[in-house]
C-alpha cells in the first residue's frame, strides 16, 4: 500500500539560515505520525512545504503517492489541514462553514451532506451544528476545524500545533479525536513541541535545528532515552 506520505532528501534555507537540512521519513496509512521538536526545529517550514506554500530543492515528496513538484494540484488534493491560526468565518454557524468549504471542494449537495455528516459525528460535534462559531469554546472549534479538514477524505491530515490555546481538557479531548480517527483509517502528522500528546505506539518524528534526530515509535525512543534527552536539552524537565 502507497504510504500517506513520503519525504526524501528534503532542504531548505531562508537566505544563509538552514530551516531543513536533508529530512526524509514516511508516514503509512492510518498512523499517527508526531512530528516533534522546539520552536525553530524546522516544522513550520516543513509544513509550508507540504501545503504547497514553499518549493523547496532540493528533496522529493509524495503525498498519497502523488509526486507534489511534478502534479501540485493533484498532490495537495491528498491533505486536510488544520492550521495554528484559525481560518472560518466566526460568524457563521458550524453547519454554514463545513458547507462553503465542501463546495470549495467541489462536492456536490448530496455528497457533502453525507460527508458532513459523518464529519459531525465522528467529532461529536453533530448537537453543535447550528451554533455560531464565534459562540464555540476553544475545543469545539477545533473540533469543527478538524471536521472541516476531513470532507474531501484526504489521504493526510496535517495539524500544525492544534492545542495551542486550549486549557488541559480541551488539549486531552482533542488529542483523543485525533488519535481516534486512525482507526478510520486516517492517516495523521501531527506537529507538536509537547511530548505528552503522543502516546507510546506512535510515529515520532524528531526535528532540531532541521536535521532529522530519530524516527521510531514514542515508545521505543523514551525506553532509547531519545526523547527523555531532548527534554532535558530543550525545556531542563523530563517528558510527561
Not at 528533496?59 to 493533484?74: F, M, T, Y
Not at 513541541?193 to 515509535?217: C, F, K, M, N, W
Request: net charge positive; with cysteine; proline share 3%.
Amino acid at each position: 500500500m502507497t504510504d500517506a506520505l513520503a519525504i526524501r532528501d528534503l532542504s531548505h534555507a531562508w537566505g544563509r539560515k538552514s530551516a531543513l537540512d536533508g529530512v526524509g521519513f514516511r508516514v503509512a496509512r492510518g498512523r499517527f505520525s508526531a512530528l516533534l521538536g522546539p520552536n525553530g526545529a524546522g516544522k513550520s517550514t516543513l509544513i509550508s512545504v507540504l501545503t504547497g506554500l514553499i518549493r523547496p530543492r532540493p528533496g522529493r515528496v509524495e503525498i498519497g503517492g502523488i509526486d507534489l513538484a511534478r502534479a501540485p494540484r493533484a498532490a495537495l488534493a491528498q491533505i486536510g489541514v488544520v492550521f495554528q491560526s484559525a481560518t472560518y468565518d466566526a460568524e457563521l454557524s458550524v453547519l454554514s462553514n463545513l458547507r462553503y468549504f465542501a463546495s470549495l471542494q467541489g462536492l456536490d449537495r448530496k455528497t457533502s451532506s453525507q460527508r458532513i455528516d459523518e464529519a459531525l459525528d465522528r467529532l461529536d460535534m453533530r448537537e453543535r451544528a447550528r451554533e455560531r462559531v464565534r459562540d464555540l469554546n476553544g475545543g469545539h472549534r477545533r473540533r469543527m476545524e478538524i471536521a472541516r479538514a476531513l470532507l474531501h477524505r484526504p489521504a493526510l491530515l496535517i495539524l500544525d500545533e492544534p492545542t495551542v490555546g486550549l486549557d488541559a481538557p480541551a488539549r486531552r479531548a482533542i488529542t483523543d479525536h485525533v488519535h481516534d480517527l486512525t482507526g478510520h483509517g486516517v492517516s495523521v502528522l501531527w506537529a507538536t513541541h509537547l511530548s505528552d500528546e503522543i502516546r507510546d505506539s506512535d510515529q515520532v518524528v524528531l526535528l532540531h535545528q532541521g536535521r532529522l534526530q530519530a524516527d521510531g515509535t514514542a515508545g521505543a525512543l523514551r525506553a532509547g532515552s531519545a526523547l527523555s534527552d531532548w527534554m532535558l536539552r530543550e525545556t531542563g524537565a523530563m517528558p510527561c
